[in-house]
């Protein structure tokens, strides 16, 4: 079994920064893609960044310059520093990981609670 678990949501003024954390436990062989989605009242989930198991990175144009995303390989986490907020990066952001359970076995995604983000004076 493997959890996924969110920390470092809260209330910040715009312009303000945040760093979001997810940490992987349990039966873990191996770990591919960790990705950061968010999801706004009434709207889709969306990606917001994803990194490879290679230190790949890619980022959704409205974060571009503001969003870091990066992985602690030792600790199977993986963080977004979120710089400059704008209260459109108001949402419940998720952590998301593609791994591996056994040697032979298919990678599965898996999602973290969700963490709340809020931009606002």
């Known amino acids: 079994q493997v959890q996924l678990v969110e920390s470092g949501g809260g209330l910040v003024q715009p312009g303000g920064s945040l760093r979001l954390s997810c940490a992987a436990s349990g039966s873990i062989f191996s770990i591919y893609d960790m990705d950061w989605y968010r999801q706004a009242p009434g709207k889709e989930r969306e990606l917001v960044a994803s990194i490879t198991s290679g230190g790949s990175t890619a980022y959704a144009d409205s974060v571009k310059g503001r969003f870091t995303i990066f992985r602690d390989y030792a600790k199977n986490a993986v963080y977004l520093q979120m710089n400059s907020l704008k209260p459109e990066d108001t949402a419940v952001y998720y952590c998301?990981?593609?791994?591996?359970?056994?040697?032979?076995?298919?990678?599965?995604?898996?999602w973290g609670q969700g963490t709340q983000v809020t931009v606002s004076l």
């Open positions: 998301n990981a593609k791994i591996k359970t056994r040697w032979n076995s298919a990678p599965v995604n898996y």
